[in-house]
């Protein structure tokens, strides 16, 4: 992975010295041998981390397949683990995504699915904007019946400082279409990833 900023108005240079500028507020020095490298693994990991800036997820899903034997019915990819960070403290958040659509006459392959979860969770989110970006784009794209997103994710924000509640997930979800229309085919969902029907 690259480790060059995704936006060429920074240097690779300024990235490194602001780190070492958050060192020294931290009360660090910098200079002292074990944080000479700091800096530079600091962007390197950035690169990695927020590579989704460079991405744009709805290509993954331009390519589809036409030959399902006349398959329609709901297409689920369980447990999509991912990390993200929160924009509001640059926090990780730690989480799985569950994606499920109803094909109309074509389905994508099911690794693009989780690159799509993949392309917008490596940019700074929040989790509600990130379950509706995911549903969205697989709704735009491939214009099925309807998308199904649920995510279930932990946010370090709120475990590692703050309130510090160890523990705690936050669920989110996006139902467009025929999961949104007809309750049947929400349940039917909601089954195939473990959450238990209302009754």
Request: hydrophobic fraction near 35%; include cysteine; proline fraction near 5%.
């Amino acid at each position: 992975m690259s480790d060059q900023p995704q936006h060429h108005d920074v240097t690779r240079e300024q990235a490194e010295e602001a780190v070492r500028t958050l060192l020294r507020w931290a009360g660090e020095d910098p200079a002292r041998e074990g944080l000479l490298d700091t800096p530079r693994r600091v962007v390197k990991a950035y690169g990695d981390w927020f590579s989704g800036y460079a991405d744009d997820p709805a290509e993954y899903l331009k390519r589809t397949f036409k030959e399902v034997e006349g398959y329609d019915e709901m297409v689920v990819l369980r447990d999509i683990e991912f990390e993200s960070h929160c924009e509001h403290h640059m926090a990780p958040i730690i989480g799985r995504a569950h994606v499920g659509y109803m094909p109309t006459n074509r389905v994508v392959g099911i690794s693009k699915l989780a690159r799509v979860v993949e392309g917008y969770a490596r940019r700074f989110q929040v989790q509600e904007k990130l379950t509706a970006q995911i549903a969205q784009c697989i709704n735009e794209t491939l214009k099925p019946r309807g998308v199904a997103v649920v995510i279930e994710a932990s946010h370090e924000c709120m475990t590692t400082r703050g309130v510090h509640k160890r523990g705690v997930s936050m669920v989110t979800s996006q139902m467009l279409g025929s999961f949104r229309d007809d309750p049947r085919t929400r349940g039917e969902f909601l089954q195939f990833i473990g959450v238990p029907r209302s009754r």
